[in-house]
């Protein structure tokens, strides 16, 4: 009788042990899942608390200003995806971390449009198709260990006179993180010659 006593109280303590660590493991995993999404959370706010864009550098010469601004992949994420999927964003911010993202602006100082022909010696059209799609050749970037990287793709946004400015983003990849680029521009299009903007800093420090 006792020892099929003992063998109850053995199989309850055990039984009593297996819901414990059942319950301390989901425990955990809920908040491994809860730290992961208040550590994005957190990293989204200091972005939003630092204005977003980094360190702007501009470069005036002959009546245009030329400014480079580096961006992070999370804010373009979130104005095409929103806030609703965290979990989503921060998944595809990992797969771009190499990745960087900067945009350039051309502006006159009495805000004409730049695509003239005056401006470019080229006509309206030709000016709007070397902005949207040659001028990517004549960015390159320069990492702190001497390598040449090139500009892989360019998105010319179009305004339609609407703003006085003309952007491009501009996108860069095999980039680690960590790395400082100073970013060359080769200005073919107006024919004011070569620029540097060297970013010193890291784009954001979270």
Known sequence: MKKSSSLVIQRTIKLMLFVLIA?????CANETKHTKHEGLSNKLFTLKGQGWKSKQIIHFTNNLSYKATQVPSEYYLLKNEGTS????????????ENE????FEFEHFESDDL???NYTNLNYDESVMYM???IQKDFIA??????TIPCVGVLFERNFKVAPFKRVLLYFNNIPPEENIQLIYNDALFN????????SEIPFKT
Not at 86 to 95: A, E, G, M, P, V
């Open 23 to 27: 319950f301390i493991s989901t425990s």
């Open 85 to 96: 999927d965290l979990k989503q964003i921060d998944s595809i911010s990992k797969r771009l």
């Open 100 to 103: 960087r993202i900067i945009e």
């Open 115 to 117: 695509l003239k022909s």
């Open 132 to 134: 949207a799609n040659t």
């Open 142 to 147: 320069i990492t702190a260990k001497n390598d």
């Open 192 to 199: 004011n010659g070569t620029f540097k903007f060297k970013f």
